[in-house]
């Protein structure tokens, strides 16, 4: 939407006529504003509802299509450009983490809806450094090493405070929009190289220790997704020579419990079309983990199936334990029915037509997929990993990505729109709303590794991010836009919540750096009370500003 045309929405005398008359024309494929005041004019009540359901929707699509494909595939990528865990982690693995934020913020800023970015960037940040990492160390006291520590902490310490001042001057110009990558590429040098160092003084001392002068340093070239969801499919069988799907997974399926490992359902070409559907149910019980679930998780599961399906048909799997054939095959027909609709503003796919308008574009690239799709499905095994898995690697890559984008574009579309309606400012909603839905994932992710014994890990995990976001996130975001306009700078306002944000990141990152090494490294549990209890000092000052009772037109820059 264009915030200039949308705001006039609420002032107009007829807001449906001001609707249908194009002033404002959504981003996405939903006209939220329209369902309210046009086709839902006398039950505003219902559409909030339907509001409020999308959005639940649209951020459980958005952390599933991240962290249940985005990153698989990010991983896999890792093992076959065999970077080490180090370079890995800050890298790869911080793009899978971050990936909501940053096309959330690439969007936001894209659409020059600066207040609605920068109010889920440092949100974000202030959520993860307060409330996840009070949480953390409630769940588990956590020991860090001093220089990382102290390397992290620093560089979002100056990160936080340079972005506030270069918000406060007005602007941001090409050159400042590239030096945040530049930032980020220097964080990662240097972590890269503290890590060689830490190793090779790690070798060193074995080797004494050991009396071997010989032995060669170890480098390690996989990364683990601590932290991350467990895969949501299990391996299902295999089918041999003669037909015979040997199952390879076990568990109470009511009736098939009494199946074990050397259970096996032969694949008869006489069996009735019955047989058939009960053996593709008992694929579908096991690839689901139906057995393993609770009964809450069996309803989620039941209730969140239509998202996951489409998903599966159109994003190909990549890992030897989520393979299966039939889906990769599917993806090859579908995937380009959501390209086509992804860009379709480039190209009409829809309305495009040849030979005197008898053959449709779209038609001629589903018959081009529909071959793909037999090719796949004929020149693999069902859950085995073919030998061009680099090719579903890199499709899964973009896949993956246009899938973010497209939700992410929706969720920045229904947030503005429900803004416009309750008359909530952009920035509080980035800040709340979206910096909660996107942040949620995380505190779940590294409460389970604190507890899990990885406290610390959990802890780099809370300054890591966000400073990745940041820097990453805003600064992909900004030079794009900083070329587009180019050589005009990008022009934003700094609104009193945006500031709370930045004082708060500044408050907490010093405090950090005070009690952390005074209490020898560790965070102990008083900290993380005053980090929780700090945090809702500030939701409790930004509902002041949204309120009134303190003023919303600060702009130190001018």
Known sequence: MESSGCSGVISAADQCSYLKAGNC???GYINYLELYYCSLDSAHWFAMIIFLFVLVVLFFMLGTSAEDYFCPTLGVIS???????????ITILALGNGAPDVFSTFVAVTQMKFELAIGELTGAGVFVSLVVVGAVTLASSATVEPLPFIRDTTFYLLVGSGMLVMIALGSFHLYESISFLLIYAFYVSLSVAMNVIKNRRAAQKRKKAAGDEDEPPRRGHSISYTGAPIAR????????????????????????SAMDTSTSLELAPDKSWKDGAVELWI?????????????LQRIVTVLTFPITIVFDITIPQVQEDTYYRPYNAASMLFSP?????AFSGIVDFYHTSWAGGWVPLWGI????ALGLALLVFFTTK????????????GYAFLISIVWIYIIANELVDLLEAIGLVLEISPSLLGMTVLAWGNSIGDLVSNVVVARQGSPAMAIAACFGGPLFNMLVGLGTSLTYRNILDYPDPYEVALPTTVLFSFLFVIISMVSTLIVVPVCKFKFIRPYAIYTIALYLFFTACNLMVEFGLLPDDVNIGN
């Open 25 to 27: 024309a959504p981003d």
């Open 79 to 89: 093992d076959l450009l065999r970077l080490s865990p180090d370079v890995a982690g």
């Open 233 to 256: 499919h299990a391996s299902i069988g295999s089918i041999d020579g003669e037909g015979t799907l040997t199952s390879r997974s076990t568990g109470p399926y009511g009736a098939l």
């Open 283 to 295: 694929i579908w019980l096991e690839r689901y983990e139906w057995g393993e679930k609770t009964i």
């Open 337 to 341: 029915l959501l390209l086509m609709t």
């Open 365 to 368: 690239i589903e018959v081009v």
């Open 382 to 393: 069902t859950d085995e990993l073919p030998r061009y898995n680099f090719f579903f690697v």
